[in-house]
């Protein structure tokens, strides 16, 4: 199992930046996917959650409205589009598979986000 993020960097307040994340080694169809986010001194937080099909989303209270997570099966891959970020929005990002994949956990090695102005 192998989860994979990109898309990370340097983005100005108000601004936009998308965030993926490639999956491989496991039947990615099968699971509901989810981003998580761990800020400078602060605990893991969650972020999106999409499920199996992609028709159900779920986010938390400080994204919703400016994030939207998707997913692509085909390709095996789940986007995060971050709009009108601000600096609270500072984190190392992270997608994980909802659920146990032969009794453990996986995570990305996460991506890199920066609000500066």
Request: aromatic residues 12%; hydrophobic residues 30%; neutral net charge.
């Amino acid at each position: 199992v192998q989860l994979v993020e990109s898309g990370g960097g340097l983005v100005q307040p108000g601004g936009s930046l998308r965030l993926s994340c490639a999956a491989s080694g496991f039947s990615f169809s099968s699971y509901a996917m989810s981003w998580y986010r761990r800020s400078p001194g602060k605990e893991r937080e969650f972020v999106a959650t999409i499920s199996l099909g992609g028709g159900v989303t779920e986010y938390s209270d400080s994204v919703k409205g400016r994030f939207t997570v998707s997913r692509d099966n085909a390709k095996k891959t789940t986007d995060l589009q971050m709009n009108n970020v601000n600096f609270d929005d500072t984190a190392v990002y992270y997608c994980t598979v909802d659920g146990l994949i032969k009794g453990r956990e996986y995570w990305g090695q996460g991506t890199q986000v920066t609000v500066s102005s």
